[in-house]
């Protein structure tokens, strides 16, 4: 058991009130640091805590949407932003969107007040050397935060902008156009599915594209999208379009080494879709990073030969983002593998939202609490939403190259066999068996005099 009875949290973002909110309430006392408002980030200019610097939206409430079901499992589990955000709701149909000034005076309210947490009004620039430290620092961590960060990691993962391709449900693609190839033959076949066109495609393609609407850059965002203009990989696929009428099938899109297999000839142009996880249910579009409105990016990569009625998982992003390079360097309850009495949460992790942000915070908050309570560690089942999240961090899918994951169907461990119905009763069947899961004994109890250390059964 610890010598002493305390964790130490960075950050009052929603990840870090909920991981200070957890901890307390499991009987551990809490030294919550935020920098506001001595110093603010360029996003944030309330003096609250938990402030949504986006959208007042916390998305979809129905439990056969991913974050849906998210929301459910921590709203059972006891969670303080979900408690926040039921309290201060405002009508948005079937989504939960809030009174964004309420909700974080909600949480600021609960926070200050609690016997067990304190509140410190300071920046921190180094982690401490000693005991266990949650951080939560965010997206957009202090420069000083972020190098000591960076040396505790080994310098190398830390990553300070985010391009991530667009994520498909693979049972949304249309396999009688698109085939399985790997170029050249190389590697597994499985590994990419290939959308071939003819040049009347890709004209109509190409054209919708270049003329797309942008998604509009946030002020913190200009200074690193100058840079990002001139670093050829990280390219939105619309400005490589701009570049030249070939340049794309001299890029990602070209047909060479991918025989069509009817013809054994090239097609004008592909598009390469590659596997993201070893289940082969969700498939990135390779090179197809962006900055399009989600809007957009359906309407104009719809036109993508087998890719008409896609299902997205995750849109392609690009935008500032301080992430770890978490896969190889973080367990599954977001600690450090070489320093277990380190955990990270938030953003910063490789998760990406609110709700997913609340959800690391969580599970980061109880495993903090039952590490200084010398108890054993709360692995959340890869049959929730919120244990997907935490083992996609541990894991990373197969893809070398790490990128955030908001709450999707298709990291979570999917049934032995296929359920009927399509994808509607399936995510249904997904809701029912984590539900059931969390409603067993799994337990995280304030202590009492009977039992000093509450529970923690699994």
């Given at each position: 058991?610890?010598?002493?009875?305390?964790?130490?949290?960075?950050?009052a973002g929603?990840?870090?009130?909920?991981a200070?909110?957890q901890?307390?309430?499991?009987?551990?006392?809490?030294?919550?640091y935020e920098?506001?408002?001595?110093?603010?980030?360029?996003?944030h200019h309330?003096?609250?805590?938990?402030e949504?610097v986006?959208?007042?939206?916390?998305r979809?409430?129905?439990?056969?949407n991913a974050?849906?079901?998210?929301?459910?499992?921590?709203?059972?589990?006891?969670s303080?932003?979900?408690?926040?955000a039921?309290a201060?709701?405002?009508?948005a149909?079937?989504?939960?969107a809030v009174?964004r000034?309420?909700?974080?005076?909600?949480?600021?309210?609960?926070?200050?007040?609690?016997?067990n947490?304190?509140?410190?009004?300071?920046?921190?620039?180094?982690?401490?050397?000693?005991?266990?430290?949650?951080?939560?620092?965010?997206?957009?961590t202090?420069?000083?935060?972020a190098?000591?960060?960076?040396?505790?990691?080994?310098?190398?993962?830390?990553?300070f902008?985010?391009?991530?391709?667009p994520?498909?449900d693979?049972?949304s693609i249309?396999?009688?156009?698109?085939?399985?190839?790997s170029?050249?033959?190389?590697?597994?076949?499985?590994?990419?599915?290939?959308?071939?066109?003819t040049?009347e495609?890709?004209?109509?393609?190409?054209e919708?594209?270049?003329?797309?609407?942008?998604?509009?850059?946030?002020?913190?965002d200009r200074?690193e999208?100058k840079?990002?203009?001139?670093?050829?990989?990280?390219?939105?696929?619309?400005v490589m379009?701009?570049r030249?009428?070939?340049?794309?099938?001299?890029?990602?899109?070209?047909p060479?080494?991918?025989?069509?297999?009817?013809?054994?000839?090239d097609a004008?142009?592909?598009?390469q879709l590659r596997?993201?996880?070893?289940?082969?249910?969700?498939?990135?579009?390779?090179?197809?990073?962006?900055?399009?409105?989600?809007?957009e990016?359906?309407?104009?990569?719809?036109?993508?030969?087998?890719l008409?009625?896609?299902?997205?998982?995750r849109y392609?992003?690009?935008?500032?983002?301080?992430?770890?390079?978490?896969p190889?360097?973080?367990?599954?309850t977001?600690?450090?593998?070489?320093?277990?009495?380190?955990?990270?949460?938030?953003?910063?992790?490789?998760?990406?939202?609110?709700v997913?942000?609340?959800?690391?915070?969580?599970?980061?908050?109880?495993?903090?609490?039952?590490?200084?309570?010398?108890?054993?560690r709360?692995?959340?089942p890869?049959?929730?939403?919120?244990g997907?999240l935490?083992?996609?961090?541990?894991?990373?899918?197969i893809?070398?190259?790490?990128?955030?994951?908001?709450?999707n169907?298709?990291?979570?461990a999917?049934?032995e066999?296929?359920?009927?119905?399509?994808?509607k009763?399936?995510n249904?069947?997904?809701a029912?068996?984590?539900?059931?899961?969390?409603?067993?004994?799994?337990?995280?109890?304030?202590?009492t005099?009977?039992?000093?250390?509450?529970?923690?059964?699994?």
């Amino acid at each position: 058991m610890m010598a002493e009875n305390k964790i130490t949290v960075i950050g009052a973002g929603l990840a870090g009130c909920e991981a200070a909110w957890q901890a307390a309430e499991l009987g551990v006392r809490v030294e919550l640091y935020e920098m506001k408002p001595k110093r603010f980030s360029p996003a944030h200019h309330s003096e609250g805590f938990a402030e949504l610097v986006c959208s007042n939206s916390l998305r979809s409430n129905q439990t056969d949407n991913a974050v849906g079901l998210l929301k459910a499992e921590l709203s059972a589990l006891g969670s303080l932003i979900m408690e926040a955000a039921h309290a201060t709701e405002v009508p948005a149909g079937s989504a939960l969107a809030v009174n964004r000034e309420a909700f974080s005076a909600y949480i600021t309210e609960r926070i200050k007040n609690h016997k067990n947490i304190t509140v410190h009004y300071e920046e921190v620039e180094k982690i401490p050397e000693e005991g266990i430290v949650v951080v939560a620092s965010g997206p957009l961590t202090s420069d000083a935060l972020a190098e000591d960060i960076r040396r505790i990691t080994g310098g190398e993962g830390l990553h300070f902008f985010d391009a991530a391709a667009p994520i498909v449900d693979f049972a949304s693609i249309d396999t009688s156009v698109a085939f399985f190839a790997s170029r050249w033959g190389k590697g597994e076949p499985t590994d990419y599915l290939n959308c071939p066109m003819t040049k009347e495609q890709y004209d109509r393609f190409y054209e919708a594209l270049i003329s797309a609407e942008v998604a509009p850059l946030k002020e913190f965002d200009r200074e690193e999208q100058k840079e990002l203009t001139v670093f050829e990989g990280c390219m939105p696929v619309e400005v490589m379009a701009s570049r030249g009428y070939d340049t794309l099938r001299f890029g990602p899109m070209k047909p060479v080494g991918l025989p069509l297999p009817e013809t054994g000839e090239d097609a004008f142009a592909t598009v390469q879709l590659r596997r993201e996880n070893k289940e082969g249910t969700m498939y990135n579009i390779v090179g197809f990073q962006t900055h399009l409105t989600f809007g957009e990016q359906k309407r104009v990569f719809g036109l993508i030969p087998g890719l008409e009625n896609a299902v997205y998982f995750r849109y392609g992003v690009m935008h500032r983002n301080t992430y770890l390079n978490s896969p190889g360097l973080l367990d599954e309850t977001y600690a450090m593998l070489d320093r277990p009495t380190l955990r990270f949460a938030g953003q910063m992790t490789g998760v990406e939202g609110y709700v997913e942000s609340t959800s690391s915070g969580f599970v980061a908050g109880v495993n903090a609490a039952l590490a200084a309570l010398g108890r054993e560690r709360a692995i959340f089942p890869r049959e929730t939403v919120i244990g997907a999240l935490a083992h996609y961090v541990r894991d990373g899918g197969i893809s070398k190259n790490f990128q955030p994951m908001n709450a999707n169907f298709g990291i979570i461990a999917p049934f032995e066999k296929k359920v009927k119905g399509g994808k509607k009763n399936r995510n249904a069947a997904y809701a029912e068996r984590s539900l059931s899961l969390l409603s067993r004994p799994f337990c995280f109890s304030k202590p009492t005099d009977e039992d000093p250390v509450g529970c923690n059964e699994r």
